[in-house]
Nanobody
């Protein structure tokens, strides 16, 4: 099996910056797409940013130009640099990865989530 563990969420003022990190651990044979999702109270979970194994990225329109996703394939980690944060960015942020484990084959894995609150 594999685990994804996020870190970096906290309270930040509007206009501020925050960096989220996610590390995948376990007996991992390969990782394909990875990404960050978020879920605000009363709303559906939505894709914020995704990154493929080759480094190609995609972003939600609401975060383009403000957020940057990156990954380190050697360390099985991804990061989300969030700048110019807005109150509407407040949500629980989840890390997601499509990966292959030794005994489980390919599958989608989720982290436990990290709370980001943007408020003055």
């Amino acid at each position: 099996q594999a685990q994804l563990v996020e870190s970096g969420g906290r309270l930040v003022q509007p206009g501020g910056s925050l960096r989220l990190s996610c590390a995948a651990s376990g007996v991992i044979l390969g990782i394909d797409d990875m990404g960050w999702y978020r879920q605000a109270p009363g709303k559906q979970r939505e894709l914020v940013a995704g990154i493929g194994s080759g480094g190609n990225t995609n972003y939600a329109d609401s975060v383009k130009g403000r957020f940057t996703i990156s990954r380190d394939n050697a360390k099985n980690t991804i990061n989300l640099q969030m700048n110019a944060l807005k109150p509407e960015d407040t949500a629980v942020y989840y890390c997601n990865a499509h990966l292959r484990t030794l005994f489980g084959g390919w599958g989608a894995y989720w982290g436990q989530g990290t709370q980001v609150t943007v408020s003055s």
